[in-house]
């Protein structure tokens, strides 16, 4: 049980995608939801709350209350980039936690500032996987492939969701 605990809390990016979708599951059960647009509108809700809100309030706690730890696990030497990179990460919760209840505008900012973030530090982590042999499991494990995966399935279900200029007037303004 330990190292199922340790596995789900190092790995806490995976750990909140998949409560997302087992949030996102029941409440289709309940709902009995058919329509795409419907089934994306609650994907996008627990998305917005598991996978941005959670996920970076985790973050936002762990660089900056354990900063060691974290960059340790990243392999870095501690240094006060930490608690930056856990500053924007609380900012990136709160936004994630708006939007969970709002609309195309507020959920928009809740996949488009993360996105640019992690699709960056995916970046970083490639960088340091070849130029510093970093193949730790903060930089190269599910951390590095959820930094991808989570901006892409964020843009899937915006555009699930809301389809388009057609189907929205907040995109034809």
Do not use: K
Request: proline share 3%; hydrophobic share 55%.
């Amino acid at each position: 049980m330990a190292n199922l605990i340790a596995f789900l809390l190092s790995n806490f990016t995976l750990t909140f995608l998949i409560i997302a979708a087992i949030a996102t599951a029941i409440s289709q059960s309940r709902a009995r939801v058919t329509g795409r647009s419907e089934f994306a509108e609650s994907a996008l809700a627990f998305y917005a709350l598991f996978v941005i809100g959670f996920t970076f309030l985790y973050n936002f706690v762990m660089h900056v209350f354990f900063g060691d730890v974290a960059a340790s696990f990243i392999g870095w030497e501690n240094s006060p980039f930490q608690a930056e990179v856990g500053w924007a990460s609380l900012g990136f919760a709160v936004v994630g936690f708006l939007a969970y209840r709002s609309g195309f505008e507020m959920r928009l900012a809740a996949v488009l500032g993360p996105a640019c973030f992690l699709l960056g530090a995916a970046g970083g982590h490639v960088y340091q996987m070849v130029t510093a042999g970093n193949f730790a499991p903060g930089n190269a494990g599910i951390i590095f492939y959820t930094d991808i995966l989570v901006p892409v399935l964020g843009a899937l279900l915006l555009w699930m969701r809301y389809g388009g200029a057609r189907r929205h007037p907040a995109l034809n303004a």
